[in-house]
């Protein structure tokens, strides 16, 4: 398999060309590997009637570059269900401990044990949930440099590889439905990925991918980071001199680039210095409503915001993940194993990843998956300061501009049992943007009703509840 650098600089069609040619490799695995990932039980675990399935996936066979994946199948009938797969973005941070146990999976940690989420997204579809790139959570790989210099173009074909050689562990899901769903830096994991899947499917048609859905996305740094000033703002959070100094001085983009460029202006260090002091380290920038759990210190977007400290979302549930997630009885439940690292974390610590790729824009990508026929949905928990709705609704209205696209939803509420869940516009049924009511960068974590309600519609392809 091509090294890790060779990806980097290869074309997407000659990538392609040597992915297909994997293919006799790959389908030497049989179903019967997945008997071998089922869980019995975590501990812990409340009895459920869904089956479970963990372990790995190797997707590069010389530097055993292995990918760890958690699979929940559809509480009723899951035959009849889709397939989803859900990334967490960082760029670094974990799907299972982020995504499954603090979001949107059957269960959260509770102490010692488990309790059942009751707006799991396993009641509508079979999801599967994937720790990418190497390096992160699980993830491992026998060969160190296999964490250094990963970028988007790596990632992109270690996941193509990784569903590929899943669905032959697990054939009876090849031709179902399938949906690629994320948040934060999965805005550029997840159009890479379709984009891979569009260009394999034009040799082999392999995926039957059904639609793509991004929570408070990366989409365009520079739109993205820069509403961050008038988010801060109109909540309260700067003064106003300082929100002048914020639009006019140094915005956020440029003191990102000089940041991971490795030369902060003095410019920009007073304005971030005034910004952190003004906002507060006691305030959730993920969720500016939500109380912050003193003792946690990660952050599953930690990338995102360079010098700064950043609380959860998650108030305290994050130490529980951790906590269980570092038991041996739970690893050995798991069938998951510790290589290169001490410590399962919530945010890989070996992982070097060329965060420049951040820079580069992934709104383009999602205007050719809706030429290619593959409907979008983009929501925003509105609560985020950190990849604002105002960034992503502006995106999102400029490329239905660009491309054509006629308002067929105009802008309105929508509703989640009696209570307002946010608000929707969508364009030619394609393109779609809600946001969620009182909701957090994890918008599932801190609003699940709401997200449910979303997640339903999105997978049946029709509006959201205009009423109650």
């Given at each position: 398999m091509p090294s890790s650098s060779q990806w980097k600089t290869m074309t997407l069609p000659l990538a392609i060309v040597?992915?297909?040619?994997?293919?006799?490799?790959?389908?030497?695995e049989s179903s019967l590997l997945s008997a071998m990932d089922r869980i019995n039980q975590l501990p812990g675990q409340p009895q459920v009637s869904f089956e479970q399935y963990s372990g790995y996936v190797t997707v590069d066979d010389k530097k055993q570059r292995a990918l760890f994946y958690y699979f929940v199948e559809a509480e009723i009938d899951p035959p009849s269900k889709p397939l989803v797969l859900w990334l967490n973005g960082g760029p670094g941070c974990s799907s299972l401990?982020?995504?499954?146990f603090s979001e949107n999976g059957p269960f959260r940690p509770s102490g010692k044990v488990l309790v059942r989420n009751g707006y799991s997204w396993n009641r509508e579809a079979n999801i599967l949930y994937l720790e990418t790139p190497i390096g992160v959570g699980?993830?491992?790989?026998?060969?160190?440099?296999?964490?250094?210099?990963?970028?988007?173009?790596?990632?992109?074909?270690?996941?193509?590889?990784?569903?590929?050689?899943?669905?032959?562990?697990?054939?009876?899901?090849?031709?179902?439905?399938?949906?690629?769903?994320?948040e934060s830096y999965a805005g550029h994991y997840v159009p890479q990925l379709a984009e891979l899947i569009i260009q394999f499917n034009k040799k082999d048609k392999l995926f039957n991918l059904k639609g793509i859905a991004l929570g408070n996305p990366v989409l365009e740094f520079a739109t993205d980071f820069n509403s961050r000033a008038e988010f801060f703002w109109s909540h309260g959070l700067i003064s106003d001199s300082t929100y002048k100094l914020f639009t006019s001085t140094c915005n956020y983009s440029r003191y990102v680039s000089e940041y991971y460029r490795g030369s902060v202006s003095p410019t920009c260090s007073r304005v971030m210095s005034l910004i952190r002091i003004e906002t507060s380290r006691y305030v959730d920038k993920y969720d500016v409503t939500l109380d912050v759990c003193i003792s946690s210190v990660l952050s599953q977007s930690k990338?995102?915001?360079?010098?700064?400290?950043?609380?959860?979302?998650?108030?305290?549930?994050?130490?529980?993940?951790v906590s269980y997630l570092n038991r041996r009885d739970v690893q050995n439940a798991l069938h998951a194993r510790l290589i290169g690292v001490k410590r399962w974390l919530v945010c890989s610590n070996i992982l070097d990843y060329e965060l420049l790729d951040l820079e580069i824009p992934t709104i383009s990508i999602v205007g050719k998956l809706i030429k290619s026929g593959i409907p979008v949905l983009v929501y925003s928990g509105d609560q985020d300061s950190v990849i604002p709705l105002i960034g992503s609704r502006t995106l999102v209205h400029g490329l239905a501009e660009e491309i054509g696209l006629k308002t067929t939803v105009p802008y309105r509420v929508w509703f989640a049992g009696m209570q307002v869940g946010g608000w929707t516009q969508v364009n030619d049924d394609v393109l779609s943007f809600a946001t969620i009511r009182g909701a957090s960068h994890e918008a599932p974590f801190s609003q699940p009703e709401r997200s449910l309600v979303l997640f339903k519609a999105f997978l049946e392809g029709r509006p959201l509840p205009e009423a109650f």
């Open positions: 040597l992915f297909e040619g994997l293919i006799l490799v790959m389908e030497v401990g982020v995504g499954a699980f993830s491992y790989s026998t060969d160190s440099s296999s964490y250094v210099a990963v970028n988007d173009k790596i990632t992109g074909m270690d996941n193509l590889v990784f569903l590929h050689r899943w669905f032959a562990k697990f054939p009876q899901y090849r031709n179902r439905s399938l949906f690629i769903t994320g990338v995102l915001t360079p010098q700064q400290v950043a609380e959860t979302v998650d108030v305290c549930v994050e130490d529980e993940t």
